[in-house]
């Protein structure tokens, strides 16, 4: 399997959106938007940490591209994949690459999607924590 994304990698490249997680999660003044913060700043040594010894909750999938195509505005570039899980179910994701491998993405090819749980400052209706699912690495087949 090819290593086509690390969030790790994409986050030095691009440190700047580090920077605005991180604001976001500490302003007060927007308590509806942003991570809480549970695990550490997002980016930070100590977030890193939380995430190398699994104490950020982590969970994988795997399966087959079934499809590539565009979704939203980018009429030229292909950005979505269906995703056929061993269950024979279908989900649907973007598509990740940190290099300019974005054509590895195939219909037939295996996929490991590797993804780290965060909650939100904002709560549901009834009061339940708002935990979203992120993508950390993945893994497509040569």
Do not use: A
Not at 52 to 57: A, D
Not at 125 to 130: A, L
């Amino acid at each position: 399997m090819y290593y086509i994304y690390s969030l790790k990698k994409h986050l030095e490249d691009y440190p700047e959106e580090v920077i605005l997680v991180q604001k976001m999660t500490l302003n007060d003044k927007k308590p509806f938007l942003g991570m809480k913060g549970k695990y550490g700043l997002y980016g930070s040594n100590e977030w890193w940490g939380n995430m190398n010894n699994k104490t950020i909750p982590q969970k994988m999938i795997q399966g087959i591209i079934t499809k590539v195509y565009t979704t939203g505005w980018e009429e030229f570039k292909k950005n979505t994949i269906d995703i056929m899980l061993n269950d024979k179910s279908i989900i649907v994701e973007g598509m990740y690459c940190n290099n300019n491998d974005i054509n590895m993405y195939k219909v037939g090819k295996k996929i490991e999607i590797y993804y780290f749980s965060e909650e939100q400052k904002m709560k549901r209706d009834n009061g339940k924590n708002i935990i979203l699912d992120y993508i950390l690495d993945v893994y497509i087949e040569r």
